[in-house]
């Protein structure tokens, strides 16, 4: 027979119950926070790395300029490197990710993976004026017509880059190189309907000026040790920097292959100047796809890596070879 006083202290059932569905959930809440956790450190861990050989893939165009154009081949004036900004273009709109620095705030470029928001805003600043001077100089000598495609071709590539729509920056830019499509085939047609590049060197000289202006701009991002008002480069912006910069080598990189072909004759008899279109073409090429991990802000004296600086090398290069260019030209 239990004792009364025993009985008495035993807690009710549905007390217990309570206690034993506590210690559950609690349990279960516990579990639950140890998941998301294992989750978070893996996509922090796997995505930046991901992301990486994604990019590195990405900065590879999947068509080389020389095996388009293999040499003796016959081919119109104008249309190599018109081909070649066309092609640029549309590798970045038909990428995976598509065009970055207009996505939607929630997952856009200043949330999480800003790289390539930040070279392709390089890539159309190089674009934009690379389209100008092939507008305003290369197929135009004074008095002559502007070519029709190539003048919608520079509007439509001068759209605001990070607008998301009403139009977007992906119609625009798709339309702009279109247009490029259109001159290209122009170049084709007998007679031909679109303006061939004149080859004179002088409107060489333009793009190159034009070109050592935007890596002017590139190179002081690259190689100054504090913002405008003397605050620190933050880590958010240091890698804004490198990337953009890496946008503008990109683009010329290709062009500059393009325009030798086109100025192919001129150079093979100015050995001079051919020696300087590869030392640009390698210092370009180094540059567009420099691609470290984590971009760091090492000082001068640090055993830490400033991959602006190691990046600035090779833009300063190619940049003073384009000055050494220009001057021969002028000869």
Same mark, same amino acid.
């Given at each position: ?22 210690? $559950? ?43 388009? =154009? ?33 996505d939607f705030f929630l997952w ?37 017509? =502007? ?50 590049? $004149? ?24 190689f100054k040790n504090k913002e ?11 890698? $804004? ?17 393009a325009l030798a072909l086109e ?46 600086? $190691? ?21």
């Open positions: 027979m239990v004792p009364i006083a025993a009985v008495r202290r035993a807690p009710p059932a549905d007390l217990c119950y309570r206690e034993k569905m506590q210690r $559950n959930c609690g349990n279960e809440r516990g579990g639950v926070v140890l998941i998301l956790l294992v989750v978070l450190a893996v996509v922090f861990t796997i995505g930046p790395i991901v992301l990486h050989f994604g990019q590195k893939s990405h900065n590879q165009l999947p068509e080389v300029v020389e095996e388009r =154009y293999p040499p003796g081949e016959p081919f119109v004036h104008g249309e190599i490197f018109a081909s070649m900004l066309k092609t640029i273009v549309e590798h970045e709109l038909d990428g995976t990710t598509g065009w970055r620095p207009n856009g470029p200043m949330l999480f993976a800003d790289n390539n928001a930040n070279r392709q805003l390089g890539i159309i600043q190089a674009v934009r004026e690379s389209t100008r001077v092939l507008k305003d100089h290369l197929t135009k000598i004074s008095s002559d017509d =502007y070519d029709e495609n190539l003048v919608k071709a520079d509007t439509f590539f001068r759209n605001d880059a990070e607008k998301f729509w009403f139009p977007s920056a992906e119609s625009r830019f798709r339309t702009g190189a279109a247009r490029i499509g259109d001159y290209v085939a122009g170049l084709q047609t007998d007679p031909p309907t679109s303006k061939p590049m $004149n080859l004179r060197n002088v409107e060489a000289i333009r793009l190159f000026q034009a070109w050592t202006d935007v890596l002017g701009a590139a190179h002081a991002n690259l405008a008002d003397g605050s620190a480069i933050m880590p958010w912006k240091n890698d $804004n920097y490198f990337y953009h910069a890496q946008g503008n080598a990109h683009v010329m990189y290709h062009l500059v292959q100025y192919g004759k001129e150079l093979d008899n100015r050995p001079t100047v051919k020696q300087l279109f590869d030392e640009v073409t390698d210092a370009l090429g180094k540059a567009a796809v420099l691609k470290p991990v984590v971009i760091l802000d090492g000082g001068s004296a640090s055993i830490i890596a400033n991959h602006r600086r $190691n990046l600035e090398v090779y833009i300063s290069e190619a940049r003073q070879k384009m000055y050494s260019i220009r001057e021969e030209l002028e000869k």
